[in-house]
């Protein structure tokens, strides 16, 4: 049975890479964290930028035309259309500081990013409050029936779900780029020993 088992080479027996090897190693993983930020940048940009675009355009039309969104006419007995605009595009302006957030940890502005994401996210949960407490009026004059409250639950979910992903790839980014700096620092005690 001792026969079948792997033997694990020893410490000694393992062959270190030389200066070349150990730079190409982490020339690779540079090029694979770069092309990992520039696909981030190349999804979420887009989808982002839509997101907040629609927000805008719901802000645009509460004012515009009051009632013709259907999520809009569902709060008539509760919000003025100015206050639904307002609701929209700050919803529209946490989403876009969320992105902006993002775009810079993926240019590797990682201060300029968190000061960005602390803003966006404050006022998320500021919008995602004052969209939480219009439904729940709504609910509380409509004797608590479901009608058509279902169209309007998505509003204060929407940015916490967006602001919640956003802080979940700057989180993903920064920890590569903590561990290229941790595997760069290892090379150099390495060489220095």
Same mark, same amino acid.
């Given at each position: =049975? ?11 027996? $393992? ?34 930028? *839509?997101?907040?675009? *629609? ?27 100015? *206050? ?6 700050? @919803? ?27 803003? @966006? ?5 500021? $919008? @995602?409050?004052?969209?939480? =407490?219009?439904?729940?009026? =709504? ?28 802080? @979940? ?25």
């Amino acid at each position: =049975m001792a026969e079948l088992r792997r033997r694990v080479p020893e410490s000694n027996e $393992v062959p270190l890479l030389d200066d070349t090897q150990q730079n190409a190693v982490l020339d690779e993983f540079r090029r694979q964290a770069r092309a990992a930020r520039r696909q981030t940048q190349l999804i979420i940009g887009p989808l982002g930028t *839509a997101l907040c675009l *629609a927000y805008f355009y719901f802000a645009i039309q509460a004012l515009l035309d009051p009632w013709s969104v259907r999520h809009h006419a569902e709060l008539i007995d509760v919000l003025r259309p100015v *206050a639904i605009a307002a609701g929209e595009a700050i @919803s529209g302006v946490a989403m876009a500081g969320s992105l902006a957030a993002v775009i810079a940890n993926c240019r590797l502005r990682p201060a300029l990013g968190r000061s960005i994401l602390q803003s @966006s996210v404050l006022t998320t949960i500021l $919008v @995602s409050l004052f969209w939480s =407490m219009a439904l729940a009026k =709504m609910l509380r004059l409509h004797s608590y029936e479901l009608d058509g409250a279902w169209r309007v639950f998505w509003l204060p979910l929407a940015p916490a779900v967006w602001s919640l992903i956003c802080v @979940s790839l700057i989180n993903t980014i920064q920890c590569v780029q903590a561990d290229l700096r941790r595997l760069r620092a290892a090379r150099y005690r390495l060489h220095s020993a």
